[in-house]
């Protein structure tokens, strides 16, 4: 029944939105052709991340945004008739392209994500297929993460003799002989990984790969990955109950420079956890551009989610994104009714120095992203990587934002369900 389903060039058509089809689309991929310079700088490493509708959002955002820190030049390409896509947790995300202008194209690496139907998306892609298989038989770079490796590359053939992993709920259809259990498994050219969860690890990887060790380190250092164990993950102060009779209500409102992995991270464990997240775009347009440069459309506008109440807010950061955050009146507003309704709000990175200018953390203990929490005049809390003080929760930043969001559905469920969320993604999260 599965192989009835894709028997087309692309996996089976989704209803094409009218300005994004890959057939009406202009967009391809970017030229080979490196302008000369006097110093003759060398070409970009170039990177393709396919995606396809039901892809994993938090790989594939991750994916792309640490390798265009390392400065590589990330193409993302649909597998679909069109280059929105709606990811697996319901993130809609815009691609650079369609797969069917990256046939020419020789890439350095090709990074395939996870999720489900996204992985059987991206197998059932004939030209997807004759790229990665090419990009094995020349011995570049290639991989895949959480679903993948089982449903894409094995059925492919492109990890005979290699030694693979893949997400756990996935290894019973690999090769047991070759399957390991690590999160990062390196082979030749081909790299795996488990999960959403060990994507950081997945995608440092081939920065490393790429660009060297000291790269690597370097970026994993600025997503503030390093952390030595020596301070908690999360502290609490003035403790109260956060359960409600009801679905949790979640606003994440987002703006063009917003940071795009915290967005997705934040926004994909909430709803694994049903919590009902509503994404809101405080710009003219629904689309916005995060600080890399991923698209990102929301499911309304700021005046439209306005006119309801939400349980929760929460910002995402990013210098330029939370400085737009900033400026929204109606989200100013809103936050101000969310304190004075004694409801819960927080913020993440650079944004907790918004709700720092909003008056909004008075006399609570908070913390920040190392290069803004200078900003923060109350009581600075700078040890945890999450904060939670009474109904205001803060955090530090993109190394720290899978533990916010499961400290987030810690207080509103209970840890025993923030541990089951955390398994599922494939993240080590403490046991009590």
Known sequence: MAAALFRSLYCAPLAAHPRMTCSASKTSAKPTAVTPSPARSPPKKKVLVPVGFGTEEMEAVI????LRRAGADVLVASVEPQLEIKASAGTKLVADACISSCSDEIFDLVALPGGMPGSARLRDCKILRRITSKQAEEKRLYGAICAAPAVVLQPWGLMRRKQMTG?????????????VKSNIQVSGELTTSRGPGTAFEFALSFVEQLFGNLLAEEIGGTLLMHADGSHPRKEEFNKVDWSFDHAPQVLV????????????????ILR????DVV???VEKSMQIVASRETKIIADKSMDAAAESTYDLIILPGGVTGAER????????????????????????????AVLQKQGLLKDKRATAHPSVIDKLTGQVADGAGVVIDGKVITSRGL??????????????????????????????????
């Open 63 to 66: 994916l792309v945004d640490v």
């Open 167 to 179: 997400h756990p709920a996935f290894m019973d259809k690999l090769p047991s002989f070759w399957a």
């Open 253 to 268: 409102p987002i703006a063009n420079g917003s940071e795009e992995m915290e967005i997705v991270m934040m926004v994909d």
């Open 272 to 275: 694994r956890a049903k919590v």
């Open 279 to 281: 994404v809101a775009s």
């Open 325 to 352: 955050l900033h400026k929204s009146k109606v989200l100013k507003k809103l936050l101000k009714e969310q304190k004075s309704a004694g409801r819960i709000y927080g913020a993440i990175c650079s944004s907790p």
């Open 399 to 432: 190394g720290t934002a899978m533990d916010f969001a499961l400290a987030i559905v810690s207080k509103l469920f209970g840890h025993a369900r923030a541990r089951s969320v955390a398994e599922g993604i494939v993240f080590d999260y403490p046991r009590s």
